[in-house]
């Protein structure tokens, strides 16, 4: 009995202390998610700069809603009136959960710009000013695309449950970086063209500029030529797995729609598999020593034909995509297969091209002469710069591996344009909150003058496709993506966690209320909209 009597008294001094640690651990879980942070104008990215003229809050009566628009021949443009179309199904959907508690009331939107013809492109100006006062919310902008930012940022501003938004002196916002991206893959996994407007649309949310499209890669080649058209007939997955010339004018018109240029990417020489299918004679054959351990390999430098191919393909790309700009890859090139080839190495003696980075250098250059005579500008993967590459002035170098730091000091000190991707691929996935990790980045955190870091002129977010098709590109991509939207936006002094994932938790409920099936962000919320399923997209 006094046996029983010690082991039951030691087992609950064991249980009381195992209590103690779970409260503890409990405690500590609900400091950590229950902040009593609150931030009148829950806006993601942050505004540069603003001022609340009162503690008071104006209500916005969405049964009323209306918009007008400065010069009034902008009613006919197809941006303007999309975007107000957008925006009245955005509001107009919600409806406040509580009384109207505010006297001071508006139901006008007042759009003005003064440049309406500037077009899209990387550097146009998507500065605004917003402004609440009288009986209107004021949105000027120099050019289209600011106003669809201006939109925004009101949207995320309006409280759902009393209907009401800040009494918003002014606004005056404007992006910190001019190439604010994100990356899609529709090689490895195919995306219909429901999930890329869908990216698209959550792109707009979070001010992010530029679709990557990471069209063809070695599993497919779902991109449909012209003038190439076995290459995807014989290089897609399947003849339902392609995307038209009427598909891609859809997404580039969809984008532009909602401010947002689309740069697509055909990666050469290496990533081609697909390629091969349709081309003969294109990429090299080493038996046993290629791709996935197959026969073939990069394309063959030594080939003649290959870049005949090549300027007839590129030819017809720039023509298709209006960006100023196209990716040109270059990344990952495998020299073992090119040793394996005996023909190659014999050609190489002959044109007295000593090594196989020298041969890739001499495929690049003659790429780049093509591209030159197409008059078009062009990113590369950083390997073109770190295998020392002779590479010309006008060049922009994608930073995408480890050591990023060290790298783009080297290409800025080289003189080189820059964008950084290494620290924001979205794909690798972690427990919790994994958005902190993508905030905490600051790009210009490099060795160099401030006239080298003027060659940063941006960064991408990346959501490669190995494990990521349509059934969660959205909800691996949202809102993990806007920790980087924010660090590409707004100052550089922006970096208050707790205030981010107060608002972030709000931004993504807005997402969610949009038809986004953004993933919730800390460990217990609820949103006054919860994501209805795919039937419910507001896009």
């Known amino acids: ?269 290496g990533h081609t598999l697909s390629w091969g299918k349709a081309l003969a004679n294109f990429l090299t054959y080493c038996p046993g020593k290629g791709t996935f351990g197959g026969d073939y390999g990069p394309i063959d430098p030594s080939k003649e034909h290959v870049y005949q191919l090549l300027e007839k393909l590129f030819s017809e790309i720039v023509r298709v995509f209006p960006s100023e700009m196209i990716h040109l890859g270059g990344d990952e090139v495998p020299f073992n297969c090119w040793k394996a080839n005996p023909d190659l190495v014999a050609w190489m003696k002959q044109k007295g091209i000593v090594g196989f980075d020298k041969l890739e250098n001499y495929y690049e250059n003659r790429l780049l002469d093509i591209i030159h005579g197409l008059n078009h500008s062009y990113v590369v993967w950083e390997e073109i710069f770190t295998n020392k590459l002779q590479i010309r002035p006008d060049t922009i170098v994608h930073v995408w591996k480890g050591n990023w730091e060290t790298t783009m000091a080297k290409v800025v000190k080289g003189g080189f344009r820059t964008i950084l991707s290494s620290p924001w691929y979205l794909n690798y996935i972690t427990f919790s909150r994994d958005w902190k990790k993508y905030y905490e980045v600051e790009p210009l955190n490099i060795t160099a003058t401030t006239e080298e870091k003027k060659l940063v002129i941006g960064g991408e977010a990346c959501m490669w496709g190995e494990f990521v098709d349509n059934s969660n590109v959205l909800s691996r991509t949202f809102p993990r993506a806007s920790a980087v939207a924010e660090r590409l936006w707004s100052h550089e002094k922006q970096r208050d966690e707790p205030d981010m994932e107060f608002r972030l938790d709000k931004h993504r409920c807005g997402m969610c209320a949009r038809g986004i099936p953004a993933e919730t962000v800390i460990l217990r919320s609820f949103c006054p909209y919860e994501f209805r399923g795919y039937d419910d997209l507001h896009i």
Request: overall charge negative; hydrophobic content about 40%.
């Open 1 to 269: 009995k006094q046996w029983y009597q010690r082991r039951v008294r030691g087992h609950t001094r064991k249980m009381r202390l195992l209590l103690l640690v779970v409260l503890f651990c409990t405690v500590h879980a609900l400091q950590d998610t229950d902040k009593s942070v609150s931030n009148p104008l829950p806006v993601v990215p942050y505004p540069q700069y603003f001022e609340i003229s009162s503690a008071s809050r104006v209500f916005l009566d969405l049964d009323e809603l209306s918009f007008t628009v400065n010069p009034a021949s902008l009613y006919e443009d197809r941006v303007i009136s999309s975007t107000i179309s957008r925006y009245e199904t955005y509001f107009t959907s919600l409806k406040r959960l509580a009384p109207r508690q505010s006297d001071d009331i508006i139901s006008s939107v007042r759009l003005i710009v003064a440049d309406p013809e500037a077009s899209l492109s990387l550097n146009v100006d998507e500065s605004y000013n917003l402004t609440v006062g009288g009986e209107a919310v004021e949105i000027r902008a120099v050019t289209r695309f600011g106003i669809i930012r201006g939109l925004e940022t009101l949207y995320q501003a309006y409280n759902v449950t009393d209907g009401t938004i800040p009494d918003i002196g002014v606004i005056r916002d404007w992006p910190r970086f001019g190439f604010r991206g994100l990356l899609i893959d529709t090689s490895r996994h195919f995306l219909h063209l429901s999930s890329i407007f869908k990216v698209i649309s959550g792109m707009a949310m979070i001010k992010l500029n530029v679709l990557h499209w990471h069209i063809v890669d070695d599993p497919s080649f779902p991109y449909t030529s012209r003038s190439l058209p076995d290459l995807s007939e014989k290089g897609a997955y399947d003849p339902g797995h392609k995307y038209s010339q009427a598909d891609i004018q859809r997404v580039i018109a969809f984008a532009e729609e909602h401010g947002v240029v689309v740069m697509p990417e055909f990666d050469t020489p």
